[in-house]
């Protein structure tokens, strides 16, 4: 005994007629009669005694009725917590990005998510690692490389212009470098995996082989750091680099390559209401620069 029967069912017990039983459940009488032989067949029993003042149950009717009756209490309860969840999210939502992405733009949009959805828990985990979606490691990534994976929601959210930036105690001492000279003179700030795949820095666009290494670091967060410290020369986004408090190096000069950032999901997970309404935050927070 499926629900759509149960309902067809139910609407006969509470409905003088047939026509009037149809007109409730919005079907046609035709479609409540057939309904009701399929259903009857199924059982093997009749439900029903066909009278002229309308459907009355016989005995094996109104032990069904008594299960119909649980079905139907079964299926609003159902949709009264499924449509409360789905207007107001709540449990755990697992987030991973890189430092200076949580920094900068993922706690002041949970901030925000929390004044709109406070029975949702994030649980953020600052990483470069590429934690696994798949093995719902993670529900949602923000990550600098696109992934391969075909099986994943994948969507780019931003791409931000990066260029070369010092800070000025850096610039008073060393002075402005000059992109002829291959930064000639100058100490750097790397990110240190960009050294393990390429053969030589090149810095908005500019070879470097004349500077020094000053600092290497795994951590974008880190670079900004060192470069407003005073140690190098380092690329960033210019926004960063702007909010920073940073001198722009050759500004008319950027990476060729932008620093993108994209947001990805297992595609069961972007159906939950918790998990939809993270990313929607989260995602609008990288909206800027």
Known sequence: ?????????????????????????????????????????????????????????????????????????????????????????????????????????????????????????????????????????????FRNVRPEAPDLVVRRVVSWPVALFASAGYVERFGMPVPEDELRGHHLVAYAPYLEHNAFLTMAGVPARQARIALAVRSSLLVRKGVAAGIGLGEMPVWMGEREGLVRIWPERRRANDYEVWQVMHPDLQRTARVRATAEFLSEAFQIG
Not at 82 to 106: C, F, N
């Open 1 to 141: 005994m499926n629900w759509d029967d149960t309902r067809i069912f139910l609407a006969l017990t509470r409905a003088p007629s047939l026509r009037a039983a149809a007109r409730s459940l919005g079907v046609d009488q035709a479609t409540v009669g057939r309904r009701l032989n399929a259903l009857e067949a199924e059982l093997g029993a009749k439900l029903f005694l066909r009278a002229k003042d309308g459907y009355l149950l016989t005995a094996a009717g109104e032990t069904a009725l008594a299960a119909a009756r649980r079905m139907e209490s079964a299926a609003l309860d159902l949709r009264t917590r499924i449509e409360g969840q789905d207007t107001s999210p709540g449990g755990l939502v697992r987030v991973t990005s890189t430092d200076s992405i949580a920094i900068d733009l993922l706690m002041p949009a949970i901030e925000r998510l929390q004044q709109h959805w406070p029975h949702i828990r994030v649980d953020l985990e600052v990483s470069t690692q590429l934690l696994s979606l798949t093995r719902r490691q993670v529900d949602i990534a």
